[in-house]
């Protein structure tokens, strides 16, 4: 049993640029055959009138000049239709014919123009073997005229300008052909340079690469133009992203190593824990429960760092100012030794933002600990929260020693920690998940020096 072909195969896929080749060359060659077809019509036309108005004007000579004779052949050599043109004048009574017979055809149509029951009209005759074209009309006094010309030399003028409109047709669509070719490598050559980007990126993945754009920014950029510039912007950002993500591998592996090769040590001591005391093996034992609480923090963070947005069905109305007062009460349990004092705007108590308040929350936690983990004992940390509903701002101001100029722009930078808190615990993470759970929320996070010394770090909601 035989398979069909899919359509697929039967009418391959050309490319788009041969596409738009043929679709630009077919319009183009409709249009110019369409015009040569309607020049056709008009020249042939035009010729057509132009013999009628001849016949026309002689048959008004014939009428002034032979109205006094009888009928018959009165002009021209019509057994060869040569020039003047042939005349006949025949009456409305076949009785009055001649006995020499006419030339021209006589029908009861001549007889009621004769007769002045029909206006004029034209026919098309041969004669000597000769296409021709005849004008009837009346002459008065129960007579009509017939004026006959030749008709092929027009047919000749015809078929000359058709074959000149075929050449010019022909003409037209093979430079249509190579105009849709032009425009269509034209239009799409920052298509065929984003294909080549993407196909090496995709070869080398390396985001590096950039598309080519004309020199120069014109004022206006048409759409090929504006993609490639979108798509340029989009390989920033991957590269970006790119370049964080192997940064965060980097700095992780690097952060985690300290800590397991600690762990693997202190499980080989346990290992051979016959061989140890007893306080060794509780120094052991306590230093391998630190570590892999160390540890665990270290992941929990790394997971959150990972995360980028929050989900939107977690988002809802929260009362800044009861997860603020809820952060805070941790903290308290959490650092029972550090004071912390909570100032809330009235105006504030009953503001709400869009967001999860486990990751508010969260974001609070990592500054409080933070301004706890510098501040001098017996020096409090203090936290406000001030503004209205759309604009509230909450402030965790410590008096710790401040953050150094030099360390001031990296506050937020993954696994970055100062020199005077290389001796503190922490991985040097939490600033950076605080920031980024305050972008997840279109809020900024800023940190500066307090006045009198120390450090505050500003949470905006706007």
């Not at 510039?229 to 590269?239: D, K």
């Not at 108590?349 to 990751?359: I, K, L, N, S």
Request: charged share 25%; glycine share 8%.
């Amino acid at each position: 049993m035989t398979r069909r072909s899919p359509a697929g195969a039967r009418w391959p896929r050309h490319r788009l640029r041969t596409r738009l080749t043929l679709a630009a060359s077919a319009a183009v060659a409709v249009v110019v055959l369409g015009v040569c077809g309607a020049a056709f019509l008009v020249i042939r036309h035009q010729l057509l009138h132009q013999l009628d108005l001849h016949l026309t004007q002689s048959a008004r000579l014939a009428a002034q000049q032979y109205r006094h004779e009888p009928p018959g052949v009165v002009q021209g050599e019509c057994r060869y239709l040569a020039a003047p043109a042939c005349t006949q004048l025949v009456p409305a009574r076949p009785g009055d014919d001649p006995a020499t017979p006419y030339l021209l055809p006589v029908t009861a149509a001549t007889r009621q123009v004769a007769a002045g029951a029909r206006g004029p009209y034209l026919s098309e005759i041969r004669l000597a073997g000769h296409r021709a074209r005849m004008l009837t009309t009346s002459l008065g006094g129960g007579r009509a005229v017939q004026v006959a010309v030749r008709a092929d030399t027009v047919d000749q003028g015809v078929r000359r300008a058709a074959g000149l409109l075929a050449a010019v047709g022909a003409g037209g669509v093979a430079l249509a052909g190579l105009l849709g070719f032009w425009v269509s490598r034209t239009g799409l050559a920052p298509v065929a340079r984003l294909t080549a980007t993407a196909e090496r990126i995709a070869a080398t993945r390396d985001a590096r690469h950039r598309i080519e754009l004309p020199a120069g920014r014109p004022r206006r950029e048409d759409e090929i133009t504006r993609l490639a510039g979108s798509f340029n912007t989009m390989l920033a950002e991957l590269e970006k992203s790119v370049t964080a993500q192997r940064r965060l591998v980097a700095d992780a592996s690097h952060e985690l190593r300290t800590p397991l090769t600690a762990l693997r040590t202190n499980a080989e001591l346990l290992a051979r824990a016959d061989r140890l005391t007893e306080a060794q093996r509780d120094r052991a034992a306590g230093a391998l429960g630190r570590q892999l609480r160390e540890v665990t923090v270290l992941v929990n963070d790394l997971i959150e760092l990972a995360r980028e947005e929050e989900p939107d069905p977690l988002v809802e109305d929260v009362e800044l100012a009861a997860v603020v007062t809820h952060a805070v009460d941790a903290a308290r349990d959490h650092w029972p030794h550090v004071p912390f004092t909570l100032d809330i705007a009235p105006d504030a108590r009953t503001a709400t933002v869009a967001g999860v308040p486990a990751r508010l929350s969260r974001l609070l936690s990592c500054l409080l600990d933070n301004a706890a983990k510098f501040s001098p004992a017996g020096r409090p940390v203090q936290v406000t929260l001030t503004g209205a509903a759309g604009r509230l701002t909450a402030e965790v101001r410590d008096h710790g020693p401040g953050i150094a100029e030099e360390d001031l722009p990296h506050v937020f930078d993954r696994f970055y920690r100062a020199r005077a808190a290389r001796a503190l615990p922490g991985s040097g993470l939490g600033l950076a998940m605080a920031r980024q759970i305050a972008r997840a929320h279109r809020a900024e996070l800023t940190a500066g020096h307090a006045p009198g010394g120390g450090a505050v770090f500003r949470l905006r909601f706007s």
